[in-house]
DNA sequence: ATTGACCTTAGAGTTGACTCTAAGCTTATA
DNA sequence: TATAAGCTTAGAGTCAACTCTAAGGTCAAT
């Protein structure tokens, strides 16, 4: 049974984040001391690296916790709630992605643009082009 | 002279977010009616449009106010202060963009794992590769 | 027995960019 | 003139995921 700072110090979480994660019933300690300190056991373990396996791909905390009741009791759930999960996920990734490429070529562009020198901005255009309003758009939907 | 709508109508900025644009300091009303309502110059426009470009290239608030200082007095200030500032926000870009390329591949392997089917997820490979934690690592630095 | 490291809790603060509310003027239209 | 639409302000609320604080209890080592 690992104390708090030793799970810490497994996972990569801080004990602030698994307290946290407690909270919000992701992770939890199988046994408390008599003074409540937490002990948690080897599955406990086993689940906060599923926790923070699930967090390093992108998942929000509230797809955890279902991905996490599912994982609990798989006879209950299919495969395709999990896909399912995974697709969505993917989807707000991939639409992420095409507006930071978005942004990434615009920047390039007006990178190349501009002389980046000394010289006064008086004819910089990179202001010139914020300035004509030529680029393109992209803004996060939600 | 327009009337805030008016110009939320144009920028396709709501008023709500250019008077908090203008809390920022990053736009302004150069006239105000008796009454206090706010009159927007074709300057002021122009400015509000510059704004908005450069909130839609991903710039920040605090970005944009220093970009707006140097489009002020462009003779204080040199292009490489310009390109400073932009190379910054690609590099932050890129970064992003490294992240969220890994999970991507990551989602996609996960998907083509699992069947995705009706059958339980009692051999769900999605939930055993978070069970194992054999997923690559990738978190946003700041 | 004392020190210091570690643990507990509830709850507040952080970040960035909005978004909304309430209460009350002003202006335009019928 | 009455009503509705639009404007004003200060300030509070939202989101997600932490991160920190304060005040105090516990534990291991000297």
Redesign the interface.
């Known amino acids: 049974m690992l104390k708090i700072s030793e799970l810490a110090v497994l996972t990569g979480l801080s004990a602030h984040t698994i307290r946290f994660y407690e909270k919000h019933g992701l992770i939890e300690a199988s046994k408390r001391s008599d003074s409540g300190y937490r002990y948690y056991s080897d599955a406990d373990v086993?689940r906060a690296?599923?926790v923070?396996?699930?967090?390093?791909?992108?998942f929000s905390l509230d797809d955890i916790g279902v991905?996490l009741s599912?994982?609990l009791d798989?006879?209950?759930?299919?495969?395709?709630?999990?896909?399912d999960i995974?697709?969505h996920?993917?989807d707000e990734?991939?639409a992420?992605?095409a507006e930071?490429?978005t942004?990434?070529q615009?920047?390039?562009r007006?990178?190349e643009s501009?002389?980046?020198?000394?010289?006064?901005?008086?004819h910089?255009s990179?202001?010139e082009?914020?300035?004509g309003?030529d680029?393109?758009?992209?803004?996060r939907a939600s």
């Open positions: 086993k690296e599923f923070k396996s699930a967090r390093n791909i992108g991905l599912i994982r798989k006879q209950s759930h299919s495969c395709q709630e999990v896909t995974t697709q996920k993917l990734v991939n992420r992605l930071l490429q942004m990434q615009t920047l390039e007006l990178l501009c002389c980046g020198g000394p010289e006064n901005a008086t910089c990179i202001i082009a914020l300035d309003g680029v393109t758009v992209a803004r």
